[in-house]
T-cell receptor, first 113, second 115 residues
Framework: NAGVTQTPKFQVLKTGQSMTLQCAQD?????MYWYRQDPGMGLRLIYY???????DKGEVPNGYNVSRLNKREFSLRLESAAPSQTSVYFC????????????FGSGTQLSVL | AQSVSQHNHHVILSEAASLELGCNYS??????LFWYVQYPGQHLQLLLK??????LVKGIKGFEAEFIKSKFSFNLRKPSVQWSDTAEYFC?????????????FGGGTRLMVKP
């Protein structure tokens, strides 16, 4: 029972490069989220998908795009990475309306040089 | 918009000391409140939550938190910390009428417990 799986765990990019962070959950959850974690700022929501086929902006969406490929998978794309996007990224999932049952992945540490 | 403030960014304690981490939120309506813990190298885990009822909530590992509505606070406490409590702690709030079911997190408090 894997829960929420993120890949890769670590990534180093040069400014201007693109990459996609992958996330998959096996709990049959409707809702999926992408957060970034920065020192002193906690977790901030980048994008979320309330259900398959829908995506919405969170608090800090600029510079990112997302795709809800199917119910299991929710990817985050950086089209042109910037140093300000150096962060730890967490994917999470839950049943809609069940914030108390938010499950997190193990995180992706991204450095943009 | 809702916001969450954690006033202590870093806390250093010796084992057996008592712990209290502050959390204040700004939102005028009804909220759900959470504390998450992130141990080194691990992802966030739910420590405890408050939805309604008794404002003193007990969580795992001897932690508790008290919701004081008049102060918009949800402070985390533990009477006697252990070295294994070294972690980062996040307070979070979810507004009940928020259709997005999104949590707003505080900036986190890094706790270091010296053996």
């Amino acid at each position: 029972n894997a829960g929420v799986t993120q890949t890769p765990k670590f990534q180093v990019l040069k400014t201007g490069q693109s990459m996609t962070l992958q996330c998959a959950q096996d709990m049959n959850h409707n809702s999926m989220y992408w957060y970034r974690q920065d020192p002193g700022m906690g977790l901030r929501l980048i994008y979320y998908s309330a259900s398959e086929g829908t995506t919405d902006k969170g608090e800090v969406p600029n510079g990112y795009n997302v795709s809800r490929l199917n119910k299991r998978e929710f990817s985050l794309r950086l089209e042109s990475a910037a140093p300000s996007q150096t962060s730890v990224y967490f994917c999470a999932s839950s049943e809609w309306g069940k914030a108390e049952k938010l499950f997190f992945g193990s995180g992706t540490q991204l450095s943009v040089l | 918009a809702q916001s969450v403030s954690q006033h202590n960014h870093h806390v250093i304690l010796s084992e057996a000391a008592s712990l209290e981490l502050g959390c204040n939120y700004s939102y005028g309506g009804t909220v759900n409140l959470f504390w998450y813990v992130q141990y080194p190298g691990q992802h966030l885990q739910l420590l405890l939550k408050y939805f309604s009822g008794d404002p003193l909530v007990k969580g795992i590992k001897g932690f508790e938190a008290e919701f004081i509505k008049s102060k918009f606070s949800f402070n985390l406490r533990k009477p006697s910390v252990q070295w294994s409590d070294t972690a980062e702690y996040f307070c979070a709030v979810n507004a009940r009428n928020n259709a997005g079911n999104m949590l707003t997190f505080g900036g986190g408090t890094r706790l270091m417990v010296k053996p």
